[in-house]
């Protein structure tokens, strides 16, 4: 009986555009949906932009435009992604909808009537200058547990200990830098401890194959744990100002974004039921009737950094809210992407741009094959290593598996008129193709895609070699011996048909090529024409070029690298070196490396008095169309704002920077520039060995405040 799977992927949150790290986890379920579907599965893929919380607030706030335009603004540029690297979602849509509000309310209302959500007060940190209850993720300081630095205010990103922002050490805002105050408000909980809760958890989590056995075993820590480390209950509330969805009887609450965003994976679905694409897709009951049936199937992937929320919480609200809500059958969890062993860090040239990689003319089917021969079902880091992509890309596909039709389709036109024939039958050869796509097939099902490739590789040199032992080239010139030679090209084009069907979910645009253009279906490759000996091909098309090494040198190249080294930026993503910029883009002027301090001549007091230093507040942060280099900065002087474009782009993300504290030149006249008029200079550091490093006062200033 053929599956109904209902699949998903962690929504992205909707105040920036996608990093690497999603396109990552968007291929990985990508090319798993896509071998579902060739198996004859039914399966409804759904995505949606996390859209709630105090980030977005605030960020639309310093823009002077709405959170729904923000929000707006950046969904319009999620399919150019999506469509670039052929991920099939079948329906994408927001957790800001009517569809998550009605849902996540419904749900609060059943966990409330089922007695597992309670008022309390509470003491919460309130930054004096902002004039706001702090947000988690708008606390940092030091982890309570390993007393690592700089943690956020819910969970340690390195030890993933999860606690309460007033656990921190030296806590301090991520808006103003001011150390927070205590401030009484009333919240509600989530009754998480609940015994009946805990034993839901403690069988859900332990059942056979629904999690990794690295994912049971952490979650099963946390189930344990005594005393401090005991599963505690769940905040789920919110105080004004905040954006998100109000809680029904509580006025001036709101449910913090971790409580409606999981929502957002059911609402997003309830939008495709309603869109009709469903029916479309072949389902023919409502939305209730799929997510109650026994055979349908709830299937998540997520990054290793949210297994708390989706392991605890996401199921314990779904059991106990009851139908048509359903716990999800599988949980599939994945490490990181890092670049030659490096984590992802713009500062020391080790990230990479999802648009730049399209931009720039690479292959995106070269990304999915690569990160395909990556990943295991293991939470293990993905590393991408640039001398290793080149190699991998142009030895597998170019010159394995797209080189067994370049050379024999040819002989096979030339000779015969494009008609195939086995000499001997083709029983043994489909009874081999049986094998291996039963071998690949099972790799693929447990998402153990490098195995799955490794097993496509081998099968790929073996059919090399055996066209190579029959010597085509010398059987062409002997008219005697045609039918060997006609045999022989007709057994390399069976196995690369076998290969192209076995590489659709990887390859979907070049093996949709190869089953139109080579072998003339009229639809896609199922998994079953891997069995079928091909009749006839068509004259043989170009499919896939080699990665030239300079296509990886403009990928990873230093946004201040000089223009005459054309390695550089590579070279800087192989050895995880640091990268310089300048802090404000002067193409006429701008020296990737500053003069050391000895070598600048002295000056007076009075010409230093002459430089207006101001603190400043960062009030938007945002990429510059058509410049390498710059980042567009609305900076709060107190008194008034300023538009300031600086060369950092290299070392920071736009959605790190809002909120932060800087120093800027205020009485720098004026640069009119193809992008605008750049009103000033933020401060910044920089030499050989990294940066630029933006320049921050202490806590405790304030914009417009004179540096002297």
């Avoid at 956020?152 to 990103?157: F, L, R």
């Avoid at 401030?183 to 805990?198: A, G, I, Q, T």
């Avoid at 869109?275 to 349908?296: H, I, M, V």
Wanted: aromatic fraction near 10%; proline fraction near 7%; glycine fraction near 8%.
């Amino acid at each position: 009986m053929a599956d109904k799977l209902f699949v998903t992927t962690a929504l992205p949150y909707a105040n920036g555009p996608f990093h690497i790290g999603h396109i990552m986890e968007y291929i990985q379920a990508d090319i798993w949906v896509r071998f579902q579907r060739m198996q004859g599965h039914q399966v409804h893929f759904v995505g949606a932009d996390d859209a709630h919380g105090a980030p977005i607030m605030l960020k639309a706030e310093a823009e002077g435009i709405s959170p729904q335009d923000l929000v707006g603004r950046i969904a319009a540029g999620r399919p150019r992604y999506l469509q670039g690297f052929h991920i099939s979602f079948d329906h994408w849509h927001s957790t800001d909808s009517p569809e998550n509000v009605a849902l996540s309310q419904d749900v609060y209302r059943r966990l409330k009537a089922a007695g597992l959500i309670y008022s309390k007060a509470i003491e919460q940190f309130y930054d004096p200058v902002k004039g706001m209850f702090l947000p988690d993720r708008y606390i940092k300081g030091e982890c309570p547990n390993c007393h690592s630095k700089d943690q956020y205010g819910d969970a340690c990103e390195v030890c993933s200990t999860v606690y309460a922002p007033t656990d921190l050490i030296e806590p301090y805002s991520v808006l103003t830098r001011a150390k927070p105050v205590l401030k009484s408000s009333e919240h509600l909980f989530f009754r998480l401890s609940d015994p009946k809760c805990v034993d839901f958890l403690n069988d859900w989590t332990t059942t056979p194959g629904r999690l990794q056995p690295q994912v049971a075993n952490k979650a099963r820590e946390w189930l344990s744990g005594k005393g401090e480390q005991a599963l505690g209950d769940w905040d789920i509330s919110r105080d004004a100002p905040y954006f998100g969805i109000p809680i029904p009887d509580a006025p001036g609450k709101y449910f913090y974004v971790w409580l409606d965003a999981p929502i957002g994976y059911l609402a997003s679905l309830q939008s495709y039921f309603a869109s009709g694409k469903a029916r479309a897709n072949g389902e023919p009951r409502s939305f209730e009737q799929f997510l109650t049936a026994p055979e349908t199937k709830q299937i998540h992937f997520i990054g290793k950094d949210i297994i708390y929320f989706h392991t605890l919480f996401w199921p314990a609200m779904l059991k106990f809210a009851g139908p048509p809500y359903k716990v999800p059958d599988n949980v599939y969890v994945h490490g990181f992407i890092t670049v030659s062993g490096e984590k992802m860090s713009k500062s020391r040239g080790t990230g990479i741009s999802p648009l730049r990689y399209l931009d720039i003319g690479m292959n995106p089917e070269w990304l999915r094959y690569y990160i395909a021969a990556k990943l295991n079902a293991n939470v293990e880091d993905l590393d991408f290593n640039p001398d290793d992509f080149v190699a991998r890309i142009n030895s597998d596909l170019v010159g394995k598996y797209v080189n067994i039709a370049s050379r024999a389709a040819n002989f096979i036109t030339r000779h015969f008129e494009g008609a195939l024939a086995y000499g001997g039958g083709t029983e043994a050869l489909r009874q081999e193709a049986a094998d291996i796509a039963q071998q690949v097939r099972d790799s693929y099902q447990g998402r153990e895609f490098g195995r799955a490739m490794r097993e496509i590789m081998a099968r790929a040199d073996r059919i090399n070699q055996e066209f190579d032992a029959r010597q085509p080239w010398v059987l062409a010139k002997d008219p005697a011996r045609r039918a060997d030679l006609q045999d022989a090209c007709s057994r390399a084009l069976y196995g690369f048909k076998l290969l192209s069907v076995l590489l659709a979910p990887v390859l979907p645009e070049v093996a949709a090529r190869v089953a139109r253009e080579l072998f003339g279906l009229g639809r896609p490759f199922q998994w079953s024409d891997a069995l079928e000996p091909p009749q006839r091909i068509a004259a043989y098309q170009h499919l896939m070029t080699r990665v030239d090494p300079k296509q990886l040198d403009a990928l990873f190249e230093s946004e201040a690298a000089p223009a005459a080294s054309k390695t550089a930026g590579a070279e800087a993503a192989r050895a995880g070196a640091a990268a310089s910029s300048a802090s404000r883009e002067s193409p006429a002027t701008m020296s990737p490396t500053p003069p050391p301090a000895s070598s600048a001549a002295s000056i007076s007091i009075d010409e230093f008095k002459r430089l207006d230093l101001r603190v400043a507040r960062i009030v938007t942060a945002e990429h510059v169309t058509g410049a390498d280099k710059l980042l567009k900065l609305t900076l709060d002087l107190g008194a008034e704002t300023r538009t300031v474009f600086a060369g950092i782009k290299s070392a920071y993300d736009p959605a790190t920077l809002t909120g932060r504290l800087t120093i800027m030149v205020a009485n720098l006249a004026p640069r009119k520039m193809k992008f605008g008029v750049s009103e000033g200079m933020v401060l910044a550091a920089s030499n050989e060995s990294g940066g630029p490093y933006l320049l921050s006062p202490d806590s405790g200033a304030t914009p417009g405040m004179r540096v002297s």
